[in-house]
Nanobody, 113 residues
Framework: QWRLVESGGGSVQPGGSLRLSCVVSELPFSSLTMRWYRQAPEKGRELVASAGAIPIYHDSVKGRFTISTDSSRKAVYLDMTQLKPEDTAVYYC?????????WGQGIQVTVSS
């Protein structure tokens, strides 16, 4: 059974940093496009970052967040720096391949003083 398991969320003060991790199992990692989405309270889900030769970022996180992958660990990471209260959301790992897509269960990130 495939799984996308996120870790690394939590609470941090404004200006702080967090690293989210997502480990993929039972899916061919080399065939996947890996992304991070987030959903803030009472808002729709939005794309935060998409991995690739030229990563894509939401305008609000450019210069602060970095997406990376490690194929040997079948993992995708989201390094978040200079965190702001508006970054507070549930963050979801997402994998896309021909014929299907897959979501992680989500992990809470809270930025508050």
């Amino acid at each position: 059974q495939w799984r996308l398991v996120e870790s690394g969320g939590g609470s941090v003060q404004p200006g702080g940093s967090l690293r989210l991790s997502c480990v993929v199992s039972e899916l061919p990692f080399s065939s996947l496009t890996m992304r991070w989405y987030r959903q803030a309270p009472e808002k729709g889900r939005e794309l935060v970052a998409s991995a690739g030769a030229i990563p894509i970022y939401h305008d609000s996180v450019k210069g602060r967040f970095t997406i990376s992958t490690d194929s040997s660990r079948k993992a995708v990471y989201l390094d978040m720096t200079q965190l702001k209260p508006e970054d507070t959301a549930v963050y979801y790992c997402y994998a896309l391949r021909r014929g299907g897509d897959y979501w992680g269960q989500g992990i809470q990130v809270t930025v508050s003083s």
